[in-house]
């Protein structure tokens, strides 16, 4: 593939991820919102932190690693057999496990008290079958991110949320009595859809006109199952070498991703009800990560890891290759950017208001609002982060990688140590602050690699963490105007104050936007013509 069709490949692919992320957490948030009419906070916390980091831990230990290599490995000499073959791995690892948390989940954990939170031993089960399901759809993922098939992921993936809203909707409301067995029925047919779908797609794909044009590597569904062809070994060992890496890269970078569910999991240093209350507002706090950082992260990985040859500086890769992976990450940087500290700016004076709108007294009182607006905060570094990282790990040579897994542990064994010291001392706050010191070392980490690989050449694409200073005083007046709002009309008012304080925020970010779009004439450009569906169509 050309650069620029990799660039509008991955673009596409970003808004689409976008688009659907959107959907996943406008979904979850009015899921969130009703469930917390029907069920206690204690079933929250145990579903949505205990056995979602069972789910979670088991599916990004057994795939992120195979995701990785496979998406990178045109300079290994690609050999789609060889690749399918690596892939197949990734289940018998997951059950693998599957096995191994179970039993920790079900023996080493302190069980909730059955007469409250009842079924929780099944649950465990459910919710590792469901990850072992999806599992099995791996190889088709990888074929289909490979090759762009961006509408693919976001039908599957949409279906299969919308199925498991349902359930759990229809379930909450007919038989609240079921606990853990609501939520891990819906894991199970979220696992369940997301594989049918991406099985009947390739079944009718496979074979056609369509795929004989694209000279897709395989006619059959039964071609992606794994087998040996002659005189060829079963897998790439560059590759699989390389997965070896990003494996133990993993393990430490799940600890970092998922550590304060770990602490609270493991040496319970919040109660059930306390964990229920602190991963609604994480979720809330983090949604514009997940919906728009994320995928964006996911997406231009994709594009830099086919553009550069990975572990060679931008001396010896090709000029014109170099040169759009430095703008598209300036740019990248200066979006991300942009957003953290809008967030960061008017999270501050409406957390509040946020808290009592969604969830009541029960989120608003206490230190639910202190919770938001530090994340909105932390927001600001996870946006960063995602692209920075998401560069490093593209050029970085298999060697890098595995001096990173060093700096990975080191950045592990510390947030562990420093999340359960200031969460004693803090609450629910100390997880966060412990997470923005490790996210800001990993940043220090990603952008001194990255000022490295771009010193010998003339571009310096680091520039985009440079805000305009009319932007940050314009930023700057607006954190003023809206905490003085805040403390003037919000929130024991009535709903007129309320509604005041909205238009000041309101107000206040019209102007920041335009402020941005006068100032930031290039970077505004480049999300129009690649981040937006319907200018990437138009530019075609």
């Not at 087998?227 to 560059?238: A, G, T």
């Not at 706050?429 to 690989?453: D, E, K, P």
Request: positive net charge; aromatic residues 14%; proline residues 3%.
């Amino acid at each position: 593939m050309a650069s620029e069709d990799v660039l509008k490949g991955a673009s596409t692919l970003a808004s689409y991820n976008v688009l659907l992320q959107v959907m996943f957490r406008v979904l979850t948030f009015v899921l969130n919102a009703f469930t917390l009419r029907y069920v206690s906070k204690e079933l929250i916390g145990v579903v949505n932190v205990r056995l979602m980091l069972l789910y979670s831990t088991l599916v990004f230990l057994s795939r992120e690693a195979f995701r990785r290599a496979c998406l990178s490995c045109e300079g290994a000499g690609r050999n789609w057999r060889q690749v399918i073959n690596l892939l197949w791995l990734a289940f018998p690892l997951g059950c693998l496990w599957g096995v191994l948390l179970v039993c920790v989940w079900w023996w080493m954990l302190q069980a909730p008290d059955p007469d409250t939170i009842p079924y929780y031993f099944p649950a465990v089960g459910l919710f590792c079958l469901a990850a072992l399901t999806e599992l099995l759809a791996e190889p088709l993922w990888v074929l289909a991110h490979v090759h762009m098939f961006v509408r693919l992921k976001v039908i599957a993936e949409s279906l299969a949320m919308i199925a498991k809203c349902l359930i759990t909707v229809v379930m909450v409301v007919s038989a609240p009595q079921w606990g853990l067995y609501i939520f891990s029925a819906a894991q199970c047919v979220y696992a369940g859809f997301l594989l049918l779908c991406y099985v009947l797609y390739f079944v009718h794909f496979l074979g056609s006109e369509e795929a004989e044009s694209k000279l897709f590597p395989f006619r059959h569904i039964k071609d992606m199952l794994p087998s040996r062809v002659d005189h060829e070994p079963l897998l790439n060992w560059k590759l699989t070498t390389l997965t070896w890496s990003f494996f133990k890269q993993s393990f430490l970078k799940q600890i970092l991703t998922e550590g304060e569910r770990y602490v609270m999991t493991f040496l319970n240093v919040l109660n059930f009800g306390d964990q229920g209350v602190y991963d609604i507002i994480n979720n809330l706090g983090s949604m514009v990560a997940r919906f728009l950082f994320l995928p964006i992260e996911e997406s231009f990985y994709v594009f830099f890891a086919k553009v550069l040859e990975r572990g060679r500086s931008a001396r010896y890769q090709k000029q014109e290759d170099v040169s759009m992976a430095a703008e598209v990450l300036e740019c990248l940087l200066k979006l991300v950017l942009l957003i953290g500290l809008i967030i960061a700016v008017f999270g501050y004076a409406y957390s509040h208001l946020a808290l009592d709108i969604y969830g009541g007294e029960l989120l608003s009182s206490g230190s639910g609002p202190t919770l938001l607006q530090f994340y909105s905060c932390y927001v600001l570094l996870l946006a960063i982060n995602g692209v920075t990282e998401c560069f490093a790990f593209a050029a970085m040579s298999k060697e890098e990688v595995d001096r990173y897994n060093l700096v990975m542990l080191g950045l592990s064994a510390s947030f562990l140590l420093l999340s359960y010291w200031l969460t004693w001392m803090l609450g629910g706050v100390g997880f966060i602050l412990a997470n923005c010191c490790n996210m800001a070392l990993r940043i220090t980490h990603s952008v001194m690699y990255i000022h490295r690989y771009f010193l010998q050449s003339e571009y310096r694409p680091l520039r985009g963490l440079r805000p305009h200073s009319a932007v940050i005083v314009v930023l700057g007046m607006s954190y003023a105007l809206t905490a003085f709002s805040e403390r003037m009309f919000c929130c024991d008012s009535g709903w007129l104050p309320r509604l005041v304080h909205v238009a000041v925020g309101a107000v206040c970010l019209l102007g920041v936007v335009i402020t941005v779009f006068l100032t930031e004439t290039k970077h505004v450009q480049f999300i129009r013509t690649q981040l937006l569906p319907r200018y990437s169509k138009k530019r075609t």
